[in-house]
Protein backbone atom coordinates (compact mmCIF):
# COMPACT_ATOMS: atom_id res chain seq x y z
CA UNK A 1 0.00 0.00 0.00
CA UNK A 2 1.39 3.48 -1.16
CA UNK A 3 1.74 6.11 1.71
CA UNK A 4 -1.72 7.74 1.27
CA UNK A 5 -5.36 6.50 1.44
CA UNK A 6 -8.74 8.28 1.10
CA UNK A 7 -11.36 8.26 4.06
CA UNK A 8 -14.23 9.77 2.68
CA UNK A 9 -12.96 13.26 1.35
CA UNK A 10 -9.81 13.36 2.95
CA UNK A 11 -6.33 12.20 1.47
CA UNK A 12 -4.54 11.14 4.80
CA UNK A 13 -1.56 9.53 5.78
CA UNK A 14 -2.51 5.14 5.64
CA UNK A 15 -0.82 5.06 9.33
CA UNK A 16 -3.97 7.21 10.39
CA UNK A 17 -6.41 5.80 12.88
CA UNK A 18 -9.59 6.83 11.17
CA UNK A 19 -11.58 3.33 11.29
CA UNK A 20 -13.01 1.80 14.24
CA UNK A 21 -14.37 -1.29 15.03
CA UNK A 22 -17.56 -0.31 15.80
CA UNK A 23 -18.40 0.13 12.15
CA UNK A 24 -20.69 -2.66 11.71
CA UNK A 25 -19.14 -3.41 8.05
CA UNK A 26 -15.45 -3.69 8.98
CA UNK A 27 -15.63 -6.61 10.67
CA UNK A 28 -18.76 -8.55 9.16
CA UNK A 29 -17.57 -7.74 5.68
CA UNK A 30 -20.56 -5.78 5.29
CA UNK A 31 -19.52 -3.52 2.09
CA UNK A 32 -18.79 -3.64 -2.07
CA UNK A 33 -15.10 -2.52 -3.43
CA UNK A 34 -14.12 -2.75 -6.68
CA UNK A 35 -10.65 -2.47 -8.20
CA UNK A 36 -9.10 0.09 -10.68
CA UNK A 37 -6.30 -0.08 -12.87
CA UNK A 38 -4.63 3.43 -13.17
CA UNK A 39 -3.38 4.43 -16.70
CA UNK A 40 -1.31 7.76 -17.11
CA UNK A 41 -3.00 8.88 -13.88
CA UNK A 42 -6.68 7.97 -15.29
CA UNK A 43 -9.05 5.39 -13.07
CA UNK A 44 -9.73 3.16 -16.39
CA UNK A 45 -13.42 2.27 -16.73
CA UNK A 46 -14.87 4.76 -13.52
CA UNK A 47 -17.93 4.94 -14.87
CA UNK A 48 -18.37 1.14 -14.93
CA UNK A 49 -16.88 0.49 -11.71
CA UNK A 50 -19.38 2.86 -9.78
CA UNK A 51 -22.13 1.33 -11.62
CA UNK A 52 -21.58 -2.01 -10.59
CA UNK A 53 -20.29 -1.26 -7.07
CA UNK A 54 -23.66 0.91 -6.29
CA UNK A 55 -25.74 -1.91 -7.98
CA UNK A 56 -24.28 -4.17 -5.67
CA UNK A 57 -24.65 -1.58 -2.91
CA UNK A 58 -28.63 -2.06 -3.64
CA UNK A 59 -28.46 -5.51 -3.45
CA UNK A 60 -26.60 -5.79 -0.18
CA UNK A 61 -28.72 -3.03 1.49
CA UNK A 62 -25.63 -0.80 1.79
CA UNK A 63 -25.69 2.76 2.07
CA UNK A 64 -23.71 4.37 -1.08
CA UNK A 65 -22.23 8.30 -2.03
CA UNK A 66 -24.75 10.00 -4.51
CA UNK A 67 -22.12 11.64 -6.70
CA UNK A 68 -20.01 9.65 -8.93
CA UNK A 69 -17.98 12.78 -10.34
CA UNK A 70 -17.32 14.19 -6.02
CA UNK A 71 -15.95 10.22 -5.22
CA UNK A 72 -13.85 10.44 -8.57
CA UNK A 73 -12.34 13.52 -7.75
CA UNK A 74 -11.07 12.36 -4.34
CA UNK A 75 -9.84 9.36 -6.29
CA UNK A 76 -7.69 11.83 -8.59
CA UNK A 77 -6.63 13.87 -5.68
CA UNK A 78 -5.37 10.22 -4.07
CA UNK A 79 -3.30 9.35 -7.07
CA UNK A 80 -1.74 12.86 -7.03
CA UNK A 81 -0.70 12.55 -4.02
CA UNK A 82 0.70 8.98 -3.90
CA UNK A 83 2.26 9.59 -7.95
CA UNK A 84 0.49 6.62 -9.06
CA UNK A 85 0.18 7.34 -12.45
CA UNK A 86 0.21 3.86 -13.56
CA UNK A 87 -1.20 1.89 -10.43
CA UNK A 88 -3.62 -0.34 -9.21
CA UNK A 89 -6.15 1.35 -7.29
CA UNK A 90 -8.75 -0.28 -4.70
CA UNK A 91 -12.18 1.70 -3.47
CA UNK A 92 -14.43 0.31 -0.77
CA UNK A 93 -17.91 1.63 0.72
CA UNK A 94 -18.41 0.37 4.43
CA UNK A 95 -21.57 0.39 6.17
CA UNK A 96 -21.48 1.68 9.52
CA UNK A 97 -24.47 0.93 11.18
CA UNK A 98 -27.14 -1.70 11.86
CA UNK A 99 -26.92 -4.98 13.27
CA UNK A 100 -25.84 -5.96 17.00
CA UNK A 101 -22.26 -4.89 17.17
CA UNK A 102 -22.77 -1.16 16.32
CA UNK A 103 -19.92 1.00 17.94
CA UNK A 104 -21.22 3.83 20.14
CA UNK A 105 -21.48 7.19 19.23
CA UNK A 106 -22.23 8.71 16.48
CA UNK A 107 -21.25 8.16 12.84
CA UNK A 108 -21.83 8.41 9.44
CA UNK A 109 -24.03 5.66 7.70
CA UNK A 110 -20.99 4.88 5.29
CA UNK A 111 -17.27 5.23 4.87
CA UNK A 112 -15.45 5.45 1.89
CA UNK A 113 -11.58 4.05 1.72
CA UNK A 114 -9.65 3.76 -1.04
CA UNK A 115 -5.96 2.96 -1.64
CA UNK A 116 -3.29 2.59 -5.01
CA UNK A 117 -0.74 0.12 -4.50
CA UNK A 118 2.15 -1.12 -7.38
CA UNK A 119 0.80 -3.11 -10.70
CA UNK A 120 1.45 -6.90 -10.01
CA UNK A 121 3.92 -8.42 -12.59
CA UNK A 122 1.96 -11.41 -13.95
CA UNK A 123 3.28 -14.46 -15.57
CA UNK A 124 3.00 -14.49 -19.28
CA UNK A 125 0.57 -17.41 -18.73
CA UNK A 126 -0.92 -18.43 -16.01
CA UNK A 127 -1.47 -22.40 -14.53
CA UNK A 128 -4.91 -22.68 -13.00
CA UNK A 129 -6.38 -25.86 -10.50
CA UNK A 130 -10.38 -26.90 -11.14
CA UNK A 131 -12.75 -26.87 -7.86
CA UNK A 132 -16.22 -28.22 -8.26
CA UNK A 133 -19.05 -26.60 -6.16
CA UNK A 134 -17.32 -22.97 -5.88
CA UNK A 135 -19.91 -20.98 -6.95
CA UNK A 136 -23.64 -20.95 -5.88
CA UNK A 137 -25.61 -19.27 -9.15
CA UNK A 138 -28.73 -19.58 -7.66
CA UNK A 139 -27.89 -17.19 -4.45
CA UNK A 140 -29.23 -14.45 -4.85
CA UNK A 141 -26.06 -12.46 -4.28
CA UNK A 142 -24.35 -14.58 -6.61
CA UNK A 143 -21.96 -12.09 -8.84
CA UNK A 144 -22.03 -9.48 -6.17
CA UNK A 145 -18.18 -7.76 -5.35
CA UNK A 146 -19.05 -7.78 -1.56
CA UNK A 147 -16.17 -6.68 0.82
CA UNK A 148 -16.87 -10.69 2.79
CA UNK A 149 -13.93 -11.92 0.52
CA UNK A 150 -11.87 -14.07 2.36
CA UNK A 151 -13.55 -17.48 0.65
CA UNK A 152 -12.05 -16.53 -2.50
CA UNK A 153 -8.52 -15.50 -0.35
CA UNK A 154 -8.03 -18.84 0.93
CA UNK A 155 -8.94 -20.54 -2.27
CA UNK A 156 -6.42 -17.76 -4.00
CA UNK A 157 -3.58 -18.87 -1.18
CA UNK A 158 -4.44 -22.51 -1.29
CA UNK A 159 -3.96 -22.39 -5.17
CA UNK A 160 -0.45 -20.86 -4.86
CA UNK A 161 0.61 -23.51 -2.29
CA UNK A 162 -0.54 -26.20 -4.85
CA UNK A 163 1.40 -24.71 -7.64
CA UNK A 164 -1.47 -23.39 -9.41
CA UNK A 165 -1.78 -18.63 -10.23
CA UNK A 166 -5.07 -19.29 -10.23
CA UNK A 167 -8.33 -21.82 -9.84
CA UNK A 168 -11.62 -22.00 -12.24
CA UNK A 169 -14.77 -22.35 -9.84
CA UNK A 170 -17.83 -24.70 -11.08
CA UNK A 171 -21.05 -24.06 -9.92
CA UNK A 172 -23.29 -26.32 -8.56
CA UNK A 173 -24.47 -27.53 -12.26
CA UNK A 174 -21.18 -28.69 -12.86
CA UNK A 175 -20.72 -25.08 -15.14
CA UNK A 176 -17.40 -23.22 -15.56
CA UNK A 177 -18.19 -19.89 -13.67
CA UNK A 178 -15.20 -17.60 -13.14
CA UNK A 179 -11.78 -17.71 -11.08
CA UNK A 180 -11.77 -16.50 -7.53
CA UNK A 181 -10.87 -12.75 -9.16
CA UNK A 182 -10.95 -13.37 -12.91
CA UNK A 183 -13.47 -14.25 -15.36
CA UNK A 184 -12.61 -16.96 -18.22
CA UNK A 185 -12.90 -17.11 -21.99
CA UNK A 186 -12.19 -19.86 -24.80
CA UNK A 187 -11.59 -19.40 -28.15
CA UNK A 188 -13.10 -21.88 -31.13
CA UNK A 189 -11.79 -21.69 -34.42
CA UNK A 190 -14.47 -22.41 -36.80
CA UNK A 191 -12.35 -21.74 -40.24
CA UNK A 192 -11.28 -18.71 -40.88
CA UNK A 193 -13.47 -17.56 -37.82
CA UNK A 194 -12.33 -17.07 -34.19
CA UNK A 195 -15.53 -18.11 -31.59
CA UNK A 196 -14.72 -16.46 -28.73
CA UNK A 197 -16.85 -17.22 -25.64
CA UNK A 198 -17.05 -16.69 -22.21
CA UNK A 199 -19.89 -18.41 -19.75
CA UNK A 200 -23.03 -15.84 -18.91
CA UNK A 201 -23.95 -14.59 -15.27
CA UNK A 202 -26.63 -17.12 -14.75
CA UNK A 203 -23.57 -19.30 -14.16
CA UNK A 204 -22.36 -17.30 -10.95
CA UNK A 205 -19.85 -15.27 -12.47
CA UNK A 206 -18.98 -11.39 -11.17
CA UNK A 207 -19.76 -9.36 -14.25
CA UNK A 208 -15.97 -8.07 -14.53
CA UNK A 209 -15.59 -4.74 -16.40
CA UNK A 210 -12.27 -5.77 -18.30
CA UNK A 211 -14.82 -9.22 -19.48
CA UNK A 212 -17.40 -6.58 -20.35
CA UNK A 213 -15.36 -4.15 -22.10
CA UNK A 214 -14.42 -7.31 -24.65
CA UNK A 215 -17.56 -7.88 -24.69
CA UNK A 216 -18.93 -5.17 -25.46
CA UNK A 217 -16.22 -2.64 -26.84
CA UNK A 218 -13.74 -4.65 -28.65
CA UNK A 219 -14.79 -5.26 -32.71
CA UNK A 220 -12.19 -7.25 -34.21
CA UNK A 221 -12.39 -8.49 -37.89
CA UNK A 222 -12.59 -12.50 -37.93
CA UNK A 223 -13.72 -12.77 -34.21
CA UNK A 224 -16.74 -12.96 -33.00
CA UNK A 225 -17.69 -12.46 -29.18
CA UNK A 226 -20.56 -13.64 -26.92
CA UNK A 227 -21.93 -15.47 -24.05
CA UNK A 228 -22.48 -19.41 -24.03
CA UNK A 229 -22.36 -22.00 -21.02
CA UNK A 230 -19.48 -23.89 -20.59
CA UNK A 231 -18.54 -27.34 -19.12
CA UNK A 232 -14.94 -28.47 -17.91
CA UNK A 233 -15.30 -30.45 -21.62
CA UNK A 234 -15.36 -27.17 -23.29
CA UNK A 235 -12.11 -26.06 -21.83
CA UNK A 236 -10.45 -28.87 -23.28
CA UNK A 237 -12.02 -28.46 -26.97
CA UNK A 238 -11.24 -24.83 -27.12
CA UNK A 239 -8.19 -23.85 -29.22
CA UNK A 240 -7.21 -21.10 -26.39
CA UNK A 241 -8.68 -20.53 -22.90
CA UNK A 242 -7.92 -16.96 -21.30
CA UNK A 243 -9.13 -14.89 -18.31
CA UNK A 244 -9.53 -11.08 -17.65
CA UNK A 245 -9.46 -9.03 -14.91
CA UNK A 246 -8.65 -5.19 -14.28
CA UNK A 247 -5.15 -5.97 -13.13
CA UNK A 248 -4.21 -9.05 -15.47
CA UNK A 249 -5.75 -7.53 -18.81
CA UNK A 250 -6.40 -10.79 -20.73
CA UNK A 251 -3.66 -13.14 -19.72
CA UNK A 252 -3.65 -16.57 -21.76
CA UNK A 253 -3.72 -20.28 -19.76
CA UNK A 254 -1.01 -22.68 -20.15
CA UNK A 255 -2.59 -25.57 -18.36
CA UNK A 256 -5.81 -26.16 -16.29
CA UNK A 257 -5.02 -29.54 -13.60
CA UNK A 258 -6.56 -32.85 -14.38
CA UNK A 259 -7.63 -31.50 -18.26
CA UNK A 260 -6.13 -31.64 -21.42
CA UNK A 261 -6.06 -28.20 -23.12
CA UNK A 262 -4.58 -26.18 -25.58
CA UNK A 263 -2.23 -23.40 -25.18
CA UNK A 264 -3.50 -21.79 -28.47
CA UNK A 265 -2.67 -17.63 -28.04
CA UNK A 266 -3.66 -15.87 -31.70
CA UNK A 267 -7.45 -14.81 -30.95
CA UNK A 268 -6.47 -13.85 -27.20
CA UNK A 269 -3.04 -11.45 -29.18
CA UNK A 270 -5.47 -9.51 -31.28
CA UNK A 271 -8.00 -9.06 -28.74
CA UNK A 272 -5.43 -8.03 -26.20
CA UNK A 273 -4.07 -5.21 -28.76
CA UNK A 274 -7.36 -4.29 -29.31
CA UNK A 275 -7.82 -3.78 -25.54
CA UNK A 276 -4.93 -1.73 -25.43
CA UNK A 277 -5.97 0.47 -28.08
CA UNK A 278 -9.54 1.08 -26.55
CA UNK A 279 -7.63 1.77 -22.71
CA UNK A 280 -4.98 4.51 -24.46
CA UNK A 281 -8.80 5.64 -26.34
CA UNK A 282 -10.21 6.29 -23.00
CA UNK A 283 -7.54 7.50 -21.21
CA UNK A 284 -6.91 10.49 -23.75
CA UNK A 285 -10.47 11.25 -23.26
CA UNK A 286 -10.73 11.18 -19.75
CA UNK A 287 -7.16 12.75 -18.79
CA UNK A 288 -7.90 15.34 -16.45
CA UNK A 289 -4.68 18.47 -15.52
CA UNK A 290 -2.72 17.44 -12.27
CA UNK A 291 -4.43 19.62 -9.76
CA UNK A 292 -7.35 20.67 -11.47
CA UNK A 293 -9.16 18.29 -8.86
Not at 14 to 29: D, E, K, M, Y
Not at 206 to 224: F, N
Not at 265 to 280: G, K, N
Request: proline residues 5%; charged residues 25%.
Amino acid sequence: MHRFLLHNQDVVDASARVLAPGQIGLLSGWGVFSTLRVYDGVPFAWERHWKRMRTDAQRMRIPFPDDPAKLEDGLLRLIEANQAWNATLRVAVVRNRGGLYEGPGPMPEFDVVAFTVDCVRWPESVKLGLIPQGRHAASEFAGTKYTSWSENLARYERAHEQGFDEVILLNERGEVSECTSANVFVVNRLGDVYQVSTPPLSSGCLPGVTRAVVLEELHVGGIEIGERTLLPADLELADEVFITSTTRELLPVASIDGLAIQAGRQARDRLSQAFSSFVAAYCTAHRKPVSAH
